[in-house]
């Protein structure tokens, strides 16, 4: 998608966070409400400081998703296969590898070459970072972000009300 963010956009995702967005160069996802559920962030912040995230994750249904997930051990359980399994690791590295590609696109920030997020690509550190980056560049991509999406099933099902996920503020 990669959509520039409208100014509705940023106070949407400020909502959704509970503080202002940093670095955000686009939307990268929706929800089917409209509302942006992955934003596309710089790899660089505006104060200078390095930033690997590039996929940040603001739907906070998606969020409680990714945090169930994670309270239930999901991630050691992956990073174990990556250890046992060769085709899946060596589909993550591809994973890790496009992630780097999409923030090359954004610039090129020295102190974070060759690191992407989430534990890529050895490991499993964070399923949120994993999920934007599968809802951000599509099914295929990111094979252990895929995985955490079925696990969730169909978060978005339900209407977003805006008001019961970002302490009732509205665009």
């Known amino acids: 998608m990669n959509i ?6 940023l106070a949407v995702v400020e909502a959704q966070l509970g503080r202002a967005p940093r670095g955000v160069a686009a939307v990268a996802w929706r929800c089917p409400c409209g509302r942006p559920g992955v934003v596309k962030t710089r790899p660089r912040l505006d104060n200078g400081t390095p930033f690997p995230t590039t996929y940040y994750l603001t739907c906070q249904r998606a969020i409680m998703g990714c945090s169930t997930l994670e309270a239930n051990g999901v991630m050691a359980e992956m990073t174990q296969r990556l250890g046992e399994d060769d085709e899946l690791a060596s589909r993550y590295v591809e994973a890790h590898e496009a992630y780097l590609a999409d923030r090359a696109e954004l610039g090129d920030v020295p102190e974070i070459e060759g690191i992407s997020a989430g534990g ?17 560049a ?15 099933g169909e978060f978005w099902k ?9 302490g009732g503020a509205t665009p």
Request: glycine share 8%.
């Open 158 to 166: 339900d209407p977003c009300q805006l008001d019961d996920v970002a």
């Open 138 to 152: 599509g099914r295929g991509v990111n094979p252990l972000g895929d995985e955490a999406l079925d696990a969730m």
């Open 120 to 136: 890529m690509p050895t490991r499993v550190k964070c399923l949120h970072v994993l999920v934007g980056h599968a809802l951000a």
């Open 4 to 9: 520039e963010p409208t100014p509705e956009d």
